[in-house]
């Protein structure tokens, strides 16, 4: 069946630190790819997304790109803030509003 | 954005008792509202599918006479966990679609369940 794997957290950076946070996927076709983010006591944001292969979603300063060939959907971030502090899901999601979730990676940025 | 809200956001209870988790969409409808659940260092995984009006389809695994799920209108799908007991203990989020949307989802801020 379809799965994300996700790295594994928590993760702890000081503050303007580089990110990655590893994403990979095994479906069969070809799903949309999604970050999400949850911020202490809210509910899960949509951060960005790709819907294609090689597309690269945006937002807030990250950016993940649709690997095919890799199957990965890895989040990046140059220049992180304390802000970010969160847990960021990757998923992915084949258009019947059915998400496969990763199990999520607790940031801590330090300052 | 749309705001979808869990109450309550946590709760503890006594082995045997019954817990009511609501799921409200504060300014939209939402014909469509799903609950996950989450064990420690898991994925969140889908257990059911609430559709206003009509019963609610679980995933495979997911006992639907232990998770009692009503959607009662656009805007409240609630989810009983009857007889609770320990190993119920877990983190519960619901999520909305909303109606006449691109499909996107809207996600409550989750419910933490410990039974003792």
């Known amino acids: 069946g379809d799965s994300v794997t996700q790295m594994e957290g928590p993760v702890t950076l000081s503050e303007e630190a580089f990110l990655t946070i590893n994403c990979t996927y095994t479906a069969t076709g070809y799903p949309s790819l999604f970050w999400y983010v949850q911020y202490p006591g809210e509910g899960l944001q949509l951060l960005l997304k790709?819907?294609?292969?090689?597309d690269k979603g945006s937002n807030k300063g990250f950016e993940a790109t649709y690997r095919k060939e890799t199957t990965s959907f890895h989040l990046e971030k140059g220049s992180v803030q304390v802000s970010d502090s969160a847990v960021y899901f990757c998923?992915?999601?084949?258009?019947?509003?059915?998400?496969?979730f990763g199990t999520g990676t607790r940031l801590t940025i330090i300052p | 954005g749309a705001v979808v809200s869990q109450h309550p956001s946590w709760v503890i209870c006594k082995s045997g008792t019954s817990v009511k988790i609501e799921c409200r969409s504060l300014d939209f409808q939402a014909t469509t509202m799903f609950w996950y659940r989450q064990f420690p260092k898991q994925s969140l995984m889908l257990m059911a599918t609430s559709n206003e009006g009509s019963k609610a389809t679980y995933e495979q695994g997911v006992e639907k006479d232990k998770f009692l799920i009503n959607h009662a209108s656009l805007t409240l799908s609630t989810l009983t966990v009857t007889s609770a007991h320990p190993e119920d203990s877990s983190f519960y989020i619901c999520?909305?679609?909303?109606?006449?949307?691109?499909?996107?989802?809207?996600f409550g801020e989750g419910s933490r369940l410990t039974v003792l």
């Open positions: 999520s909305a679609v909303l109606a006449g949307g691109n499909g996107e989802l809207f």
């Open positions: 790709a819907t294609k292969a090689d």
């Open positions: 998923a992915l999601y084949f258009g019947n509003e059915k998400l496969t």
